[in-house]
């Protein structure tokens, strides 16, 4: 056989790594700073408009008597809902001279890479990737010239008001604490934003108002279409928003000692004890409450990306909660490259940044941060903004460094689905193949309502990572899971190839009750018949309906990212026991489907935790089997944008 040239994008096309520049933004971050030591004003009091007060941690460059030094500087804003004591609680530790350097020295050295408990590596190296910074306090960043202020939103922490999840008045106070920072003595009138989660979206919602001074901002795991991402991915919500939801009203009911308005802090809390939580809990037995569709409530959370002006890092992970919205992010931004960055890599939203600072990875994301705000808010030409500008772990491949993603070289491919076996998963509820040519037979295959689904990746990435510590089926071998799915697989790559984009399955399907819930997993397959997870997707049949003017299509017109409207008024009568067509939204990925590695579809009828109906819908459901059914005038297909040659 004629050996077949790999791709380009198989290989970096720039340095991930950021080359000699990048070694002097580490060179920097690792001298000694310009002050030595920092100084701490705790419980700062910032009134607002309407009356509330929000409570901030202020961190200023000081001198070695522990006095702020005088002079302005510029400022960076991490506004959370985690509260601040915590996330001082966790500065403080890693300040703690034995203790700190223990932690960053087992974070760096601890590898159990290869063996039965290699996902407990992939919470560990968190810390070395520089994220723990990021998340607490960077206070290397302050002792060379900034000033950091962590603040608790409203009705969080020790701030008073009532929580107002990502919503209007929380965006005002956003606005409102940058106008306060700007007026301050020791700031300079130069304001960055930066934080992880909530704190990332909360830096988008406020660049994209375009606030005076908001120079630039650093966005970790951000979220821009926060319904379709969490809240009712495919109609179905997830076990991570009660979870989330019930850790944060019971964080903020834990406030600083002393210094806080006492009175109204008690009154707020009484007033919203558990914020939205019960609310929800409602809308999910009885499916009244409007947030379990699309509704326009979502409309004041999204923030308008295209809006933003200000430079912006962003920063995600192909198994995030919020899926692959860094690149959405990116590709909406109005921004030149450069000033506008993404960085993705292969992981959860609990350990961003790991491995970073190793040979053939990018910078440690504390040295990225300090490079984009000298760049941005102190005007040091360090060239930041020629790195990337588009950086990426492929999933089963190395990092590479493009202009674009997805890659515009990617060809949209159709892969049919056909009931004739692969003889690859004897372990699967059905075994069936995936090839480029359609099948010419019919023929159905049923799957069956399981729990098998919560060993699976999907279960680690809806719980943020945490179950990656379990290995096994929580990572990197879905074989458990798939004893509940319908399982399609092609045959052995001939050559490498690239997955580059979101996907599409247009699924023919037999719905034996009112409602079914379709939950599709697409995995690589290795020789040794291990299958890991790339990319997931869901939707209740009753969901499936499509705007087309939102959907994105290939040049032959099938959809390579289905919009599904989620709200109540689209909803979709299912009838029961007649054929109906879905198109299944799957999750944007860059993926290397090595040389002997096969692609493969697995369909399942449930994916509890990460695919969870609310009961209104579980119950059309009766736990009922459903069919898939392989019809050649009227195939099922996977629309998978692939680079190179795999001869499927």
């Not at 960055?192 to 909530?198: E, H, L």
């Not at 495919?234 to 903020?252: D, E, H, Q, R, Y």
């Amino acid at each position: 056989m004629t050996a077949v040239e790999p791709h380009p994008l198989l290989r970096p096309q720039r340095d991930p790594s950021g080359g000699e520049a990048a070694q002097a933004w580490a060179a920097i971050t690792a001298q000694a700073p310009q002050y030595p030591r920092v100084s701490v004003s705790a419980d700062v009091r910032i009134p607002m408009s309407d009356g509330a007060a929000l409570r901030a941690y202020v961190f200023r460059p000081a001198d070695a008597s522990g006095a702020p030094v005088p002079g302005t500087f510029p400022t960076v804003l991490n506004l959370t809902p985690y509260n601040k004591l915590l996330i001082k609680g966790i500065d403080t530790i890693l300040e703690t001279p034995i203790l700190g350097r223990a932690i960053r020295k087992f974070s760096s050295a601890f590898d159990l890479t290869g063996t039965a408990f290699d996902g407990i590596t992939e919470i560990t190296r968190v810390v070395a990737g520089g994220a723990a910074d990021l998340l607490s306090v960077n206070r290397h960043l302050v002792r060379s010239g900034y000033v950091q202020m962590i603040v608790d939103v409203r009705g969080t922490g020790s701030s008073t008001g009532t929580w107002d999840v990502l919503g209007t008045r929380e965006q005002l106070d956003s606005i409102e604490v940058i106008e306060w920072a700007r007026r301050q003595y020791w700031c300079n009138g130069r304001i960055g934003m930066a934080g992880i989660s909530y704190s990332a979206i909360n830096a988008l919602q406020a660049a994209a108002k375009r606030p005076d001074g908001l120079d630039a901002i650093f966005a970790v795991e951000g979220s821009v279409d926060i319904v379709r991402e969490i809240f009712a991915t495919g109609g179905a919500t997830s076990a991570f928003i009660p979870l989330w939801l019930a850790a944060v009203n019971g964080l903020k009911w834990a406030p600083a000692v002393r210094g806080i308005d006492t009175v109204a802090w008690l009154r707020d809390r009484v007033r919203s004890p558990a914020t939205d939580l019960f609310d929800l809990a409602k809308g999910f037995v009885t499916g009244n409450d409007p947030r379990i569709y699309d509704d326009p409530y979502y409309d004041t959370i999204d923030a308008v990306i295209e809006d933003i002006t200000a430079p912006t890092f962003l920063y995600g992970c192909w198994h995030d909660i919020f899926g692959s919205s860094a690149p959405d992010i990116y590709n909406r931004l109005a921004l030149e490259r450069g000033s506008k960055q993404l960085l993705v890599g292969d992981g959860y939203h609990v350990n961003p940044g790991i491995g970073f600072g190793e040979p053939g990875f990018p910078p440690r994301l504390d040295v990225l941060e300090r490079a984009w705000f000298d760049r941005w808010l102190c005007d040091i030409d360090n060239g930041i903004e020629n790195y990337g500008p588009v950086t990426l772990r492929q999933q089963g491949g190395n990092w590479t460094a493009h202009g674009r993603f997805p890659a515009p070289q990617a060809q949209s491919r159709r892969l049919y689905l056909s009931t004739e076996k692969s003889n690859t998963a004897a372990h699967a509820a059905g075994d069936g193949s995936l090839a480029y040519e359609p099948s010419t037979s019919s023929g159905v295959l049923t799957v069956r309502p399981s729990l098998r689904a919560v060993v699976s990746r999907d279960t680690t990435q809806v719980l943020a990572g945490v179950t990656a510590l379990l290995g096994g089926g929580f990572t990197y071998d879905n074989r458990f899971a798939e004893g509940a799915a319908a399982t399609f697989t092609t045959e052995p790559a001939r050559a490498d190839a690239v997955l580059s984009g979101p996907m599409n399955l247009h699924l023919r399907v037999i719905c034996r009750a009112r409602e079914a819930l379709w939950a599709i997993m697409i995995c690589d397959v290795a020789p040794d018949g291990k299958s890991t997870v790339l990319s997931n997707g869901a939707l209740l049949a009753s969901r499936r309906a499509v705007d087309d003017e939102r959907s994105l299509f290939a040049p032959n017109g099938d959809y390579t990212r289905p919009y599904h409207p989620l709200t109540k008024a689209a909803v979709l009568p299912v009838p029961v026991g007649q054929p109906i067509t879905l198109d299944i939204d799957i999750l944007g990925t860059e993926a290397v489907i090595a040389t002997g590695h096969r692609l493969r579809v697995a369909v399942f009828a449930t994916d509890a935790t990460r695919f969870i109906p609310i009961l209104p819908d579980l119950v059309r459901t009766r736990l009922k089997p459903q069919d898939i059914a392989i019809d050649p005038h009227d195939p099922s297909y996977l629309v998978v944008p692939v680079l190179g040659t795999p001869d499927w």
